[in-house]
């Protein structure tokens, strides 16, 4: 019965710190934020591919929980606005950290 016991024990201590490793930090996401954040990367980037106006070969879109961060390099203040405007309309944006510059 102890040894049962011994088992149990090593199997609750387990399961709790593989819970601990996947929750969220100031520094560090959850497992679920991770695919939440993903989910929202690809939906920024599908707006973009269809806004017409925009390339999306030119923009780089990265979200760290629920905060969209695009940078690229675009050919008007137009594009620039199109983007962010674009990124703010999926749903599970937080914010837009919109770092798009001009081509020169």
């Known amino acids: ?20 490793g996947c929750a969220s930090t100031a520094t560090h ?4 934020q991770v ?11 599908k707006a973009i591919f269809d806004e017409p106006s925009l390339k999306v070969a030119q923009i780089s879109v ?10 690229g390099f675009v050919d008007s203040k137009a594009q620039i606005g199109a983007a962010d405007t674009a990124a703010r309309s999926v ?11 001009l081509k020169y």
């Open 1 to 20: 019965m102890t040894s049962l016991k011994r088992i149990f024990g090593i199997f609750i201590a387990a399961s709790a710190l593989a819970a601990l």
């Open 62 to 71: 990265e979200t760290y929980k629920s905060v969209v961060q695009l940078s």
């Open 29 to 32: 996401e959850s497992t679920g």
């Open 91 to 101: 749903e599970g944006v937080v914010s837009v950290k919109n770092n798009l510059r």
């Open 35 to 45: 695919i939440d954040d993903s989910a929202i990367t690809t939906k920024v980037k």
